[in-house]
Protein backbone atom coordinates (compact mmCIF):
# COMPACT_ATOMS: atom_id res chain seq x y z
CA UNK A 1 0.00 0.00 0.00
CA UNK A 2 2.81 2.88 0.68
CA UNK A 3 4.51 1.68 -2.41
CA UNK A 4 1.32 2.06 -4.46
CA UNK A 5 0.61 5.47 -2.80
CA UNK A 6 4.13 6.91 -3.14
CA UNK A 7 2.91 6.66 -7.39
CA UNK A 8 0.53 9.91 -6.36
CA UNK A 9 4.08 11.74 -6.12
CA UNK A 10 4.80 11.68 -9.24
CA UNK A 11 2.76 13.50 -12.59
CA UNK A 12 0.11 14.02 -13.02
CA UNK A 13 -1.21 13.45 -9.73
CA UNK A 14 2.10 15.99 -8.09
CA UNK A 15 1.21 15.24 -4.44
CA UNK A 16 5.15 15.76 -3.69
CA UNK A 17 4.91 14.93 0.14
CA UNK A 18 3.11 11.24 -0.17
CA UNK A 19 6.82 10.09 -1.30
CA UNK A 20 8.58 11.49 2.22
CA UNK A 21 5.20 10.16 4.11
CA UNK A 22 5.50 6.46 2.17
CA UNK A 23 8.97 6.15 2.39
CA UNK A 24 9.26 7.36 6.05
CA UNK A 25 6.55 4.25 6.76
CA UNK A 26 8.57 1.76 5.03
CA UNK A 27 12.09 2.85 6.83
CA UNK A 28 10.19 2.65 9.84
CA UNK A 29 8.95 -0.74 9.07
CA UNK A 30 12.53 -1.73 8.61
CA UNK A 31 13.44 -0.43 11.25
CA UNK A 32 11.39 -2.46 13.64
CA UNK A 33 11.77 -5.63 11.91
CA UNK A 34 15.42 -5.28 12.32
CA UNK A 35 15.86 -8.76 10.14
CA UNK A 36 17.66 -8.90 6.72
CA UNK A 37 14.95 -11.30 5.26
CA UNK A 38 12.16 -9.79 6.24
CA UNK A 39 13.42 -6.20 5.32
CA UNK A 40 13.96 -7.52 1.74
CA UNK A 41 10.62 -8.94 1.92
CA UNK A 42 9.34 -5.53 2.78
CA UNK A 43 11.39 -3.27 0.39
CA UNK A 44 10.40 -5.75 -2.09
CA UNK A 45 6.14 -5.82 -1.65
CA UNK A 46 6.72 -2.15 -1.32
CA UNK A 47 8.45 -1.97 -5.07
CA UNK A 48 5.48 -4.46 -6.27
CA UNK A 49 3.27 -1.90 -4.92
CA UNK A 50 5.14 1.65 -7.04
CA UNK A 51 5.84 -0.09 -9.93
CA UNK A 52 2.74 -2.28 -10.65
CA UNK A 53 0.88 1.40 -10.18
CA UNK A 54 3.40 3.20 -11.63
CA UNK A 55 4.25 1.25 -14.94
CA UNK A 56 1.44 -0.64 -15.97
CA UNK A 57 1.38 1.21 -19.07
CA UNK A 58 3.82 -1.47 -20.47
CA UNK A 59 0.39 -3.78 -20.47
CA UNK A 60 -0.93 -1.78 -22.77
CA UNK A 61 2.22 -1.56 -24.84
CA UNK A 62 2.64 -5.00 -24.97
CA UNK A 63 -0.72 -5.94 -25.67
CA UNK A 64 -2.62 -3.05 -27.57
CA UNK A 65 0.47 -2.13 -29.72
CA UNK A 66 2.53 -4.98 -29.59
CA UNK A 67 0.00 -7.73 -30.46
CA UNK A 68 0.86 -10.23 -27.28
CA UNK A 69 -2.14 -11.99 -25.63
CA UNK A 70 -3.52 -11.03 -22.54
CA UNK A 71 -2.46 -13.27 -20.67
CA UNK A 72 1.55 -12.97 -21.76
CA UNK A 73 1.36 -9.26 -21.28
CA UNK A 74 0.13 -9.51 -17.88
CA UNK A 75 2.85 -11.76 -16.85
CA UNK A 76 5.26 -9.55 -18.82
CA UNK A 77 4.82 -6.40 -17.14
CA UNK A 78 4.18 -8.47 -13.38
CA UNK A 79 7.78 -9.92 -13.75
CA UNK A 80 9.49 -6.86 -15.04
CA UNK A 81 8.22 -4.98 -11.98
CA UNK A 82 9.04 -7.30 -9.83
CA UNK A 83 12.69 -7.40 -11.57
CA UNK A 84 12.42 -3.66 -10.40
CA UNK A 85 11.46 -4.10 -7.19
CA UNK A 86 14.28 -6.28 -6.22
CA UNK A 87 16.07 -3.40 -6.15
CA UNK A 88 14.37 -1.87 -3.49
CA UNK A 89 14.24 -5.14 -1.75
CA UNK A 90 18.48 -5.22 -1.93
CA UNK A 91 18.33 -1.79 -0.06
CA UNK A 92 15.58 -3.65 2.52
CA UNK A 93 17.96 -6.09 2.84
CA UNK A 94 21.46 -4.26 3.45
CA UNK A 95 19.64 -1.67 5.59
CA UNK A 96 18.39 -4.18 7.72
CA UNK A 97 21.33 -6.43 8.21
CA UNK A 98 22.97 -4.14 10.71
CA UNK A 99 21.19 -1.71 13.23
CA UNK A 100 23.83 0.36 12.41
CA UNK A 101 23.06 0.51 8.23
CA UNK A 102 19.86 1.96 8.81
CA UNK A 103 21.53 5.47 9.04
CA UNK A 104 23.26 4.43 5.47
CA UNK A 105 19.59 3.90 4.05
CA UNK A 106 20.09 7.47 1.90
CA UNK A 107 23.14 6.25 0.33
CA UNK A 108 22.05 2.52 -0.38
CA UNK A 109 18.91 4.12 -1.89
CA UNK A 110 20.62 6.33 -4.17
CA UNK A 111 22.90 4.17 -5.28
CA UNK A 112 20.53 1.21 -6.25
CA UNK A 113 18.49 3.89 -7.63
CA UNK A 114 21.89 5.13 -10.26
CA UNK A 115 22.34 1.37 -10.54
CA UNK A 116 18.99 0.71 -12.00
CA UNK A 117 19.00 3.44 -14.47
CA UNK A 118 21.98 2.20 -16.09
CA UNK A 119 22.09 -1.89 -15.54
CA UNK A 120 20.94 -3.30 -18.87
CA UNK A 121 21.06 0.63 -20.39
CA UNK A 122 18.49 1.24 -17.42
CA UNK A 123 15.05 1.77 -16.83
CA UNK A 124 15.01 5.10 -14.32
CA UNK A 125 11.55 5.27 -14.63
CA UNK A 126 10.10 6.64 -11.44
CA UNK A 127 13.14 7.67 -9.53
CA UNK A 128 12.16 9.61 -6.28
CA UNK A 129 14.17 12.21 -6.65
CA UNK A 130 11.08 12.87 -9.72
CA UNK A 131 8.60 12.64 -7.27
CA UNK A 132 9.62 16.64 -5.94
CA UNK A 133 9.41 17.84 -9.62
CA UNK A 134 7.98 20.47 -10.53
CA UNK A 135 6.59 22.28 -7.84
CA UNK A 136 8.65 20.80 -4.58
CA UNK A 137 10.56 22.85 -2.25
CA UNK A 138 13.15 20.05 -2.72
CA UNK A 139 13.28 20.87 -6.70
CA UNK A 140 15.58 23.97 -5.70
CA UNK A 141 18.37 21.97 -4.64
CA UNK A 142 18.17 20.11 -8.63
CA UNK A 143 20.22 21.87 -10.28
CA UNK A 144 22.84 21.87 -7.74
CA UNK A 145 23.34 18.13 -7.25
CA UNK A 146 21.09 16.22 -10.11
CA UNK A 147 18.28 13.92 -10.14
CA UNK A 148 19.85 11.23 -7.30
CA UNK A 149 20.94 14.12 -5.27
CA UNK A 150 17.44 15.10 -4.65
CA UNK A 151 16.47 11.43 -4.44
CA UNK A 152 19.39 11.68 -1.68
CA UNK A 153 17.61 14.45 0.41
CA UNK A 154 13.90 12.20 -0.10
CA UNK A 155 15.39 9.69 1.67
CA UNK A 156 17.00 11.62 4.12
CA UNK A 157 13.92 13.53 5.01
CA UNK A 158 11.99 10.54 5.41
CA UNK A 159 14.65 8.54 7.29
CA UNK A 160 14.42 11.42 9.68
CA UNK A 161 10.45 11.59 9.42
CA UNK A 162 10.60 7.81 10.25
CA UNK A 163 12.93 8.55 13.23
CA UNK A 164 10.27 11.15 14.77
CA UNK A 165 7.50 8.22 14.61
CA UNK A 166 9.53 6.39 16.82
CA UNK A 167 11.29 9.10 19.17
CA UNK A 168 9.02 9.56 22.47
CA UNK A 169 11.15 13.07 23.54
CA UNK A 170 9.16 16.09 22.78
CA UNK A 171 12.53 17.98 22.42
CA UNK A 172 14.13 15.51 20.03
CA UNK A 173 11.19 15.37 17.94
CA UNK A 174 11.07 19.13 17.66
CA UNK A 175 14.78 19.13 16.69
CA UNK A 176 14.20 17.04 13.94
CA UNK A 177 11.36 18.01 12.29
CA UNK A 178 13.59 21.32 12.56
CA UNK A 179 15.82 20.22 10.66
CA UNK A 180 13.04 18.80 7.61
CA UNK A 181 12.17 22.71 7.62
CA UNK A 182 15.64 24.37 7.29
CA UNK A 183 15.67 21.96 4.42
CA UNK A 184 12.86 22.29 2.68
CA UNK A 185 13.05 25.91 3.20
CA UNK A 186 16.92 26.09 1.97
CA UNK A 187 15.31 24.17 -1.38
CA UNK A 188 12.97 26.98 -1.26
CA UNK A 189 15.54 29.42 -1.38
CA UNK A 190 17.36 27.90 -4.12
CA UNK A 191 14.16 28.04 -6.31
CA UNK A 192 14.92 31.58 -6.44
CA UNK A 193 18.45 31.33 -7.76
CA UNK A 194 18.61 32.07 -11.85
CA UNK A 195 21.21 29.22 -12.42
CA UNK A 196 21.53 30.48 -16.16
CA UNK A 197 22.78 33.07 -17.34
CA UNK A 198 21.40 34.12 -21.80
CA UNK A 199 24.19 34.68 -24.34
CA UNK A 200 23.07 35.78 -27.56
CA UNK A 201 19.89 36.27 -29.41
CA UNK A 202 17.28 33.20 -28.52
CA UNK A 203 17.02 30.69 -31.23
CA UNK A 204 13.36 30.05 -32.49
CA UNK A 205 12.61 26.62 -31.96
CA UNK A 206 9.34 25.03 -34.05
CA UNK A 207 8.32 21.02 -32.19
CA UNK A 208 5.97 19.25 -35.03
CA UNK A 209 3.61 16.41 -33.74
CA UNK A 210 1.96 14.66 -36.41
CA UNK A 211 -0.12 13.10 -34.28
CA UNK A 212 -0.57 9.55 -35.58
CA UNK A 213 -1.67 6.57 -34.12
CA UNK A 214 0.66 4.30 -32.98
CA UNK A 215 -1.59 1.11 -33.73
CA UNK A 216 -1.14 1.99 -37.35
CA UNK A 217 1.88 4.10 -37.57
CA UNK A 218 4.29 0.93 -38.77
CA UNK A 219 2.04 -0.32 -41.12
CA UNK A 220 2.60 0.08 -45.00
CA UNK A 221 -0.85 1.43 -45.73
CA UNK A 222 0.42 4.70 -43.61
CA UNK A 223 3.63 5.38 -44.49
CA UNK A 224 2.50 7.86 -47.65
CA UNK A 225 -0.16 9.61 -45.39
CA UNK A 226 2.69 10.39 -42.81
CA UNK A 227 5.54 11.54 -44.95
CA UNK A 228 2.80 13.88 -46.74
CA UNK A 229 1.65 15.00 -42.42
CA UNK A 230 5.34 15.58 -41.92
CA UNK A 231 6.29 17.46 -45.23
CA UNK A 232 3.03 19.78 -45.02
CA UNK A 233 3.74 20.66 -40.87
CA UNK A 234 7.79 21.63 -42.18
CA UNK A 235 6.84 23.44 -44.82
CA UNK A 236 4.24 26.02 -42.34
CA UNK A 237 7.39 26.09 -40.21
CA UNK A 238 10.50 28.85 -39.44
CA UNK A 239 11.71 28.03 -36.42
CA UNK A 240 15.60 27.87 -36.61
CA UNK A 241 15.52 24.56 -35.15
CA UNK A 242 12.44 22.25 -36.69
CA UNK A 243 11.97 18.95 -34.06
CA UNK A 244 9.97 16.26 -35.11
CA UNK A 245 9.49 13.42 -32.40
CA UNK A 246 11.28 9.98 -32.30
CA UNK A 247 10.85 7.56 -35.27
CA UNK A 248 8.34 10.09 -36.47
CA UNK A 249 9.08 8.41 -40.15
CA UNK A 250 8.45 4.55 -40.09
CA UNK A 251 10.74 3.93 -42.61
CA UNK A 252 14.73 3.18 -42.88
CA UNK A 253 16.94 5.83 -43.61
CA UNK A 254 17.96 4.40 -46.60
CA UNK A 255 14.84 4.53 -47.83
CA UNK A 256 13.42 7.97 -47.03
CA UNK A 257 11.79 9.07 -50.24
CA UNK A 258 13.75 11.40 -52.36
CA UNK A 259 11.18 13.59 -53.09
CA UNK A 260 10.97 14.16 -49.34
CA UNK A 261 14.35 14.91 -48.75
CA UNK A 262 14.42 17.24 -51.61
CA UNK A 263 11.68 19.09 -50.14
CA UNK A 264 11.92 19.77 -46.89
CA UNK A 265 16.02 20.38 -47.33
CA UNK A 266 14.95 23.24 -50.06
CA UNK A 267 12.36 24.67 -46.70
CA UNK A 268 15.68 23.92 -44.82
CA UNK A 269 17.37 26.49 -47.09
CA UNK A 270 15.22 29.23 -47.53
CA UNK A 271 14.43 29.49 -43.71
CA UNK A 272 17.72 29.25 -42.62
CA UNK A 273 16.90 26.32 -40.11
CA UNK A 274 18.09 22.59 -39.27
CA UNK A 275 15.60 19.71 -39.31
CA UNK A 276 16.09 17.36 -37.01
CA UNK A 277 13.74 14.12 -37.22
CA UNK A 278 13.53 10.77 -35.42
CA UNK A 279 13.85 7.58 -37.98
CA UNK A 280 15.79 4.33 -38.00
CA UNK A 281 18.75 3.68 -39.31
CA UNK A 282 20.19 0.11 -40.32
CA UNK A 283 23.88 -0.99 -40.54
CA UNK A 284 24.54 -4.50 -41.64
CA UNK A 285 22.26 -6.14 -39.55
CA UNK A 286 21.61 -3.96 -36.18
CA UNK A 287 18.98 -1.40 -36.17
CA UNK A 288 19.57 2.12 -34.31
CA UNK A 289 16.91 4.99 -33.05
CA UNK A 290 18.47 8.13 -34.73
CA UNK A 291 17.81 11.37 -34.95
CA UNK A 292 18.99 12.70 -38.09
CA UNK A 293 19.75 16.21 -39.12
CA UNK A 294 19.14 16.43 -42.96
CA UNK A 295 21.73 18.62 -44.94
CA UNK A 296 22.69 19.71 -48.51
CA UNK A 297 26.06 19.41 -47.55
CA UNK A 298 26.57 16.41 -45.10
CA UNK A 299 24.31 14.93 -43.02
CA UNK A 300 24.41 14.13 -39.04
CA UNK A 301 22.71 11.21 -36.94
CA UNK A 302 23.04 10.67 -33.23
CA UNK A 303 22.15 7.03 -32.36
CA UNK A 304 20.42 6.80 -29.32
CA UNK A 305 22.49 4.92 -26.57
CA UNK A 306 20.04 4.48 -23.60
CA UNK A 307 17.51 2.09 -25.05
CA UNK A 308 14.18 0.51 -23.10
CA UNK A 309 13.98 -2.76 -22.33
CA UNK A 310 12.50 -5.34 -24.45
CA UNK A 311 11.28 -2.19 -26.74
CA UNK A 312 14.31 -1.47 -28.18
CA UNK A 313 16.87 -4.23 -27.14
CA UNK A 314 16.58 -7.46 -25.61
CA UNK A 315 18.22 -8.17 -22.49
CA UNK A 316 19.20 -11.68 -21.55
CA UNK A 317 18.49 -12.81 -25.05
CA UNK A 318 18.98 -16.42 -24.55
CA UNK A 319 15.98 -16.07 -22.05
CA UNK A 320 13.67 -13.90 -23.90
CA UNK A 321 14.68 -14.51 -27.53
CA UNK A 322 11.36 -17.05 -28.54
CA UNK A 323 8.57 -15.19 -26.88
CA UNK A 324 9.85 -11.45 -28.57
CA UNK A 325 10.09 -13.65 -31.72
CA UNK A 326 6.94 -15.22 -31.83
CA UNK A 327 4.38 -13.50 -29.49
CA UNK A 328 5.60 -9.51 -29.51
CA UNK A 329 4.74 -7.63 -33.06
CA UNK A 330 7.62 -4.98 -32.42
CA UNK A 331 8.29 -2.66 -35.39
CA UNK A 332 12.15 -3.70 -36.89
CA UNK A 333 11.85 -7.12 -35.32
CA UNK A 334 12.87 -9.19 -38.24
CA UNK A 335 12.33 -6.56 -41.65
CA UNK A 336 14.00 -8.31 -44.77
CA UNK A 337 16.20 -5.91 -46.13
CA UNK A 338 14.22 -5.18 -49.25
CA UNK A 339 10.62 -4.49 -47.22
CA UNK A 340 10.29 -1.19 -47.86
CA UNK A 341 12.04 -0.90 -51.57
CA UNK A 342 8.78 -0.65 -52.96
CA UNK A 343 8.09 2.76 -50.80
CA UNK A 344 11.24 4.32 -52.46
CA UNK A 345 10.55 3.99 -56.08
CA UNK A 346 6.87 5.03 -55.61
CA UNK A 347 6.41 8.49 -55.49
CA UNK A 348 4.93 8.99 -52.04
CA UNK A 349 5.13 12.81 -51.73
Known amino acids: MLGALSVLSFAPFNYHSISLISLSGLFYIWYKLNHARWGFLSGLFFGLGLFCFGI ?16 LAHLSTFLFCLFLAFFIGIVGWLSSHRKSNFFLIPFIWTLFEWIRGWFLTGFPWLTMGYSQVPSSPLVGFLPVIGIYGVTFIVTLLALILSLVLRDKNKHSQ ?8 FVLLSGQLLKNIEWTD ?3 EPVTVSL ?3 NIAQDIKWQKETISQTLNTYQALIQK ?3 EI ?10 LLEYIPTTFKESILRHASKQQSHILMGVIERQDTKYFNVVLNLKNDSTQVYRKSHLVP ?5 PLKFIFQYIYTHYLNMPMRQRPPSAYGYWESKNCI
Not at 174 to 181: D, N, P, V, Y
Not at 242 to 251: C, R, S
Open 310 to 314: FGEFI
Open 242 to 251: ILLPETALPL
Open 237 to 239: TKG
Open 198 to 200: RIG
Open 208 to 210: IQG
Open 56 to 71: SWIYISLNLYGGMPAW
Open 174 to 181: LLKLSAIG
